[in-house]
Each structure stands twice: as structure tokens, then as C-alpha cells.
């Protein structure tokens, strides 16, 4: 039996335009040509929270200020891939962008995010995101052709 991936994904918030990067530098890549937000996997003992920051700063230079946890989000994707992925907002951050070897970092008006390649799920938390400040679980499952076969929000 696999065992399920834990990761933070988390969207830096300014101007009205959230951080996204356009995974676009690395070869197999679930996210190849997506845009998606900043974070990555735990480190062996690492809490969510010290991920996320270890994430954000790997990627981007920059360093949170504070930050929200939003949900969680569990990601199926084929027989494979199971990823429990811990969703964070943050619009307090601090320092130079840096250049990020898995994608181009942009700043994308919040109201452009769904005319993007992104996955169709992200849809439904970006949508929750702008809807409420609850945390919230969401289920995705994907068949390998990246569609959307089963989403489950609570």
C-alpha cells in the first residue's frame, strides 16, 4: 500500500491578485503547464505550518508575515497518487521574489484565475476561498486524463 503524500499549497494575496506559479520548468510533472500556488512536501517531522514556511521561502525568497489555514484538500489522481494537501492564504509577507526553479512566479488578478489552466477542482476552493472564511474539506479525484470525476465539499 502507497502511502499518501502531505503537502502545503498556499496563495500569497496583493492588490487584489494571488501568486500563482505556471509550472512550466519540470519534465513529469502532475502539474505541467498549470498554474497553482506556492508550497510543496513535508520534510520528516515537519507541522503544516513549518512546511508552508519552509515552502513559500524555498520558492519564492519571500517570508510570511502571518498566514491562514483554509482547509484541507484531498487530492486523488489515478490509481497512484493520493495527496493530503494543506490549503493556506497569506496576504502579509515580507522580502525580494526570488526566481523559482519549478515554474514562473505571477501575479494574477484574482478575477482572471478561472480563465487559466488550472486544475478543474481548484475552482471550487478558489470559489469557496472568495465565498467564506470557514475552513473547509474538499475531496477531488481525477482520472489520468485530468478530469474531474468526483469532488466532495464540507
Same mark, same amino acid.
Given at each position: 500500500?502507497?502511502?499518501?503524500?502531505?503537502?502545503?499549497?498556499? /496563495?500569497?494575496?496583493?492588490?487584489?491578485?494571488?501568486?500563482?506559479?505556471?509550472?512550466?520548468?519540470?519534465?513529469?510533472?502532475?502539474?505541467?503547464? *498549470?498554474?497553482?500556488?506556492?508550497?510543496?512536501?513535508?520534510?520528516?517531522?515537519?507541522?503544516?505550518?513549518?512546511?508552508?514556511?519552509?515552502?513559500?521561502?524555498?520558492? $519564492?525568497?519571500? $517570508?510570511?508575515?502571518?498566514? *491562514?489555514?483554509?482547509?484541507?484538500?484531498? +487530492?486523488?489522481?489515478?490509481?497512484?497518487?493520493?495527496?493530503?494537501?494543506?490549503?493556506y492564504t497569506s496576504d502579509k509577507f515580507e522580502g525580494e521574489m526570488t526566481d523559482c526553479d519549478e515554474g514562473e512566479l505571477v501575479w494574477i488578478p484574482?478575477?482572471?484565475?478561472?480563465?487559466?489552466?488550472?486544475?478543474?477542482?481548484? *475552482?471550487? +476552493?478558489?470559489?469557496?476561498?472568495?465565498?467564506?472564511?470557514?475552513? +473547509?474539506?474538499?475531496?477531488?479525484? /481525477?482520472?489520468?486524463?485530468?478530469?474531474?470525476?468526483?469532488?466532495?465539499?464540507?
Amino acid at each position: 500500500m502507497k502511502t499518501p503524500e502531505l503537502t502545503t499549497l498556499c /496563495y500569497l494575496i496583493k492588490d487584489g491578485k494571488y501568486l500563482m506559479m505556471h509550472r512550466v520548468k519540470k519534465e513529469n510533472d502532475v502539474n505541467k503547464d *498549470k498554474y497553482i500556488g506556492v508550497g510543496g512536501h513535508f520534510e520528516y517531522g515537519e507541522s503544516p505550518d513549518e512546511c508552508l514556511l519552509r515552502e513559500v521561502k524555498e520558492e $519564492t525568497g519571500l $517570508t510570511l508575515l502571518d498566514y *491562514k489555514a483554509r482547509g484541507i484538500v484531498t +487530492f486523488v489522481y489515478g490509481e497512484d497518487v493520493v495527496e493530503y494537501m494543506h490549503l493556506y492564504t497569506s496576504d502579509k509577507f515580507e522580502g525580494e521574489m526570488t526566481d523559482c526553479d519549478e515554474g514562473e512566479l505571477v501575479w494574477i488578478p484574482v478575477k482572471d484565475v478561472f480563465d487559466l489552466p488550472i486544475w478543474e477542482g481548484d *475552482k471550487l +476552493f478558489f470559489k469557496r476561498l472568495e465565498e467564506s472564511e470557514e475552513f +473547509f474539506s474538499l475531496k477531488l479525484v /481525477y482520472d489520468l486524463n485530468d478530469r474531474l470525476v468526483k469532488s466532495e465539499i464540507h
